[in-house]
């Protein structure tokens, strides 16, 4: 089993970056492929990034495509979310996730076991 918690949300200004963060538990953790899912409002959660168990491969929703970079250290458990150019639109509670074997499912909800209780970004135009 894993155990998710995200770290990192926060007001910040349109324009500006945040870092978030997502500590896992378990001695697994290395084998697990990671993603980062949005959800605001009203709205339905929304894949943003993922990468995979080694690292070597990531995906991107085309909303943030080049203003976020998902990536992993493997030693401390933890992936990171940063977000650059940050938009208005980008507010929303954001998601860690782990999943096994479900790469093809990455963009989905549906290719994740694991979920943390998420963290608050909102960014002020």
């Known amino acids: 089993q894993v155990q998710l918690v995200e770290s990192g949300g926060g007001l910040v200004q349109a324009g500006g970056s945040l870092r978030l963060s997502c500590a896992a538990s378990g001695s697994t953790f290395s084998m697990y492929d990671m993603g980062w899912f949005r959800q605001a409002p009203g709205k339905e959660r929304e894949f943003v990034a993922a990468i995979t168990w080694s690292g070597g491969s990531t995906d991107y929703a085309d909303s943030v495509k080049g203003r976020v970079t998902i990536s992993r250290d493997n030693a401390k458990i933890t992936v990171y979310l940063q977000m650059n150019s940050l938009k208005p639109e980008d507010t929303a509670v954001y998601y860690c996730?782990?999943?096994?074997?479900?790469?093809?499912?990455?963009?989905?909800?549906?290719?994740?076991?694991?979920w943390g209780q998420g963290t608050q970004v909102t960014v002020s135009s």
């Open positions: 996730s782990a999943g096994r074997g479900r790469w093809s499912l990455r963009n989905s909800p549906l290719g994740y076991r694991y």
